[in-house]
């Protein structure tokens, strides 16, 4: 019992850390993944001696964290946001991923000399982006949604092609003309198992009377999980299958939408503090000494060749500006997954794994640290930042089972075509009306001349009838002002739509 009150008392002392460590990074201007990796270097052999070096249990834990972490990423994500990104972040994830693969494999092949199959390996592992890192980093730098979510969508969606590939690379086993057809069964088997588990889980929870607010994220993030477990065991992708399982939930009309969001985010933080912490406390810090060398070169031919030429690949049909262009090249991140694909590769048995891990941890470190303190700047100068951009339009909704009706929670944001709009002018549906508006801090009960300002927050009551045709009412005024769907609201407002 005492060392588990050690362990508890040492993960928990671990995740206030990691919590507190979001605002010093922040006030530092460095992503908050390096002082997780900081965290567990100090707690290491090196510094306080804590011994650990059993890469398969890293490799566990390390995926079971990517999937918590694509799980919040997707629950999270905004279709409006992916929906005009979608051509151009299949593509990164693709096209990218392959012509990364061929660089980075022909310029290691070239300057430190590796066979041809330990090259395409590396440059396997180093051509996914990472999706904690651009979750987490990205969020805060104000660019077009446009961009932000071929980014998100990049990085959440090319894991499952890399893992793969990483997989057959380091196994040893021949690469046939099957091999090709095996990874697209892979991919596209698992997006439809993610689809299905979305939907279903979507149509499930809006049905379900669980008895606890609380049950409903819980329950959403299982599904996300189950979703990646049955993918595994079908021999699809399971990281694909969480993610596009987690895109379709986080879009659905949920009960109690905010509340799985916010959770999932909160469950996101923990994956990544844990996984980051606990690649820190793997590596031997004497070890990487080697590994410097061999990591800036695969770094220069990474960032000066394989990532702009995977961008011109992918973007350059879809006729993207050279702006948004080059501000992908730079921003593609490169965090824990990496690292866990490299361990991955140590664990199949490739030669040279060991390096390959310490090789990557170095060069994490230093694109995160070259990257993500100058993403800001780069924005800025190539004129692609979007500080002011209106945030989308939150909307929470809560069952009430009994009298078969919801309510709904809306947070009029800044920028947002409500404002100014007078109640009667919403035409909400027959069977929909505001009862309650927050407004600095205080409530009251509004009237038809009760005129709304940015972050006012009101309480929506709806039968379960109305709510959709309420939902989309007040998303459409939101989007394109009073006079959005004028004859449509009128229908509704009729009784007749």
Not at 147 to 169: F, H, I, K, R
Not at 212 to 237: R, W
Not at 256 to 267: I, L, P
């Amino acid at each position: 019992m005492a060392s588990l009150e050690v362990a508890l008392g040492v993960a928990a002392a671990v995740v206030l850390l990691g919590v507190f460590a979001v605002r010093v990074s922040t006030w530092l201007g460095l992503p908050s993944l390096l002082v997780y990796l900081a965290i567990g270097v100090l707690l290491g052999e090196s510094v306080l001696g804590i011994q650990f070096s059993d890469a398969r249990l890293t490799e566990s834990i390390g995926l079971a964290a990517l999937v918590l972490i694509l799980a919040e990423g997707g629950l999270t994500t905004r279709w409006t946001a992916v929906r005009p990104a979608l051509g151009v972040g299949i593509a990164l994830s693709t096209v990218g991923v392959a012509v990364s693969i061929g660089v980075i494999a022909s310029g290691l092949h070239l300057l430190l000399g590796l066979d041809w199959r330990a090259a395409f390996l590396w440059g396997a592992v180093l051509s996914s982006t990472d999706a904690a890192a651009v979750f987490s980093v990205l969020r805060g730098v104000g660019v077009s949604s446009r961009l932000a979510g071929m980014l998100e969508l990049e990085s959440g969606a090319n894991d499952a092609p890399v893992v793969l590939t990483v997989v057959l690379l380091a196994s040893g086993d021949p690469i046939t003309w099957l091999t090709p057809l095996l990874v697209v069964y892979e991919l596209g088997a698992g997006g439809v198992l993610g689809a299905l588990f979305g939907f279903a889980g979507a149509w499930a929870l809006r049905r379900a009377a669980l008895p606890a607010t609380g049950l409903y994220p819980l329950a959403a993030l299982a599904v996300c999980v189950l979703a990646y477990s049955t993918g595994q065991l079908a021999h699809a992708s399971g990281l694909l299958a969480v993610y596009v399982a987690a895109l379709v939930l986080g879009n659905a009309d949920l009960p109690h939408r905010g509340d799985v969001r916010s959770f999932a985010e909160g469950m996101g933080w923990l994956a990544q503090i844990g996984l980051f912490v606990l690649l820190g406390l793997f590596v031997s810090p004497p070890r990487l000494v080697d590994a410097i060398v061999p990591a800036l070169v695969a770094g220069v031919v990474l960032i000066v060749a394989a990532r702009p030429l995977s961008v011109l690949a992918s973007a350059g049909p879809f006729r993207l500006d050279w702006r948004d262009q080059v501000f992908l090249s730079w921003a593609g991140l490169r965090g824990a997954v990496p690292i866990v694909f490299a361990l991955v590769a140590f664990i199949e048995g490739a030669p040279s794994g060991r390096a390959l891990v310490d090789v990557v941890f170095v060069l994490v470190v230093g694109l995160t640290l070259l990257q993500g303190t100058t993403l800001p700047w780069v924005a800025r100068r190539l004129r692609v930042s979007r500080e002011a951009e209106p945030r989308e339009l939150s909307v929470d909704a809560a069952p009430l089972d009994q009298l078969s009706a919801d309510l709904l929670q809306i947070k009029v944001p800044v920028g947002s075509q409500l404002r100014g709009v007078y109640l009667r002018e919403l035409r909400l549906p027959r069977g929909a009306v505001v009862s309650l508006v927050v407004r600095n801090g205080h409530g009251f009960t509004p009237t038809d001349d009760t005129r709304l300002r940015e972050r006012d927050q009101l309480l929506v009551v709806t039968t379960a009838k109305a709510r959709k045709a309420a939902e989309d009412r007040i998303r459409a005024v939101d989007q394109r002002g009073r006079l959005a769907r004028w004859h449509a609201g009128r229908e509704a407002s009729d009784g007749r739509g």
